[in-house]
């Protein structure tokens, strides 16, 4: 298997753009996480799904902020309107399970600049 | 709330030496603690994870870490550094609704 797959690896926008992040999990794994990652507020979790089914979405920071997965084997995230704070590197990952047992594979991340 | 700390931001070892990485944890119930490397341009990897038995534990990569129940801590650490092992060290620990919650990382830099 290839890993996670993220599309682009790099963005470029300028404030009021849509921005939809691509990712593809691991073939048979059940869950997906969005995370995000920024210089000031580290490392944290936007959202993640159980086959398909957003569970928990407490991390998305505001209405801007959507994800989908319309099947097990691709999920989008999309901001809409972008803004600079927007700016960091969102990372997709995925897992078989969920708990302790069951680690998560992480794709190598979509670097997101928004001017 | 869960939280992890990792005081160091940046640390700079010679290859060869030995490495040792902190991390406090702050969580109610048993932790479930992580290891992860991010290399330049990567997503993470899992290097280790303990949840319960023997203190010490073995990952990949020749690493190993402590934890440390009295002291709140799940130190990393590698006896002998190469340069490949250049890269950002997060800690983790598993909270409730089995979430990952990240330190702020350590970015190690290696010198020949």
């Known amino acids: 298997d290839a890993g996670v797959i993220q599309s682009p690896r790099h963005e470029v926008t300028e404030m009021g753009q849509e921005v939809t992040l691509r990712c593809k999990p691991i073939?048979?794994?059940?869950?997906l996480f969005w995370y995000r990652q920024t210089m000031m507020r580290g490392l944290e979790l936007l959202i993640y799904?159980?086959?398909?089914?957003?569970?928990?979405d407490s991390g998305m920071p505001e209405d801007r902020f959507s994800a989908k997965m319309p099947n097990a084997s691709f999920s989008t995230l999309k901001i809409q309107p972008s803004e600079p704070r927007d700016s960091a590197v969102y990372f997709c990952?995925?897992?078989?399970?969920?708990?302790?047992?069951?680690?998560?594979?992480f794709g190598p991340g979509t670097r997101l600049t928004v001017l | 709330a869960q939280s992890v700390t990792q005081p160091d931001i940046h640390i700079t070892v010679s290859e060869g030496a030995s490495l040792e990485l902190r991390c406090n944890y702050s969580?109610?119930?048993?932790?479930?603690l992580f290891w992860y490397v991010q290399s330049p341009g990567q997503g993470l990897q899992l290097l280790l994870k303990?949840?319960?038995?023997?203190?010490l534990v073995q990952g990949i990569k020749g690493f190993e870490a402590e934890f440390k129940r009295s002291q709140s801590s799940f130190n990393l650490r590698k006896p002998s550094v190469h340069w490949s092992d250049a890269a950002e060290y997060f800690c983790?620990?598993?909270?409730?609704?089995?979430?990952?919650?990240f330190g702020g990382g350590t970015r190690v830099l290696v010198k020949p």
């Open positions: 303990y949840f319960s038995g023997d203190t």
């Open positions: 799904f159980n086959n398909n089914v957003p569970i928990d």
């Open positions: 990952a995925s897992s078989l399970a969920l708990g302790r047992l069951h680690e998560q594979f």
């Open positions: 073939s048979g794994h059940d869950y």
């Open positions: 983790a620990v598993e909270a409730a609704g089995n979430k990952l919650t």
């Open positions: 969580y109610g119930a048993t932790p479930y």
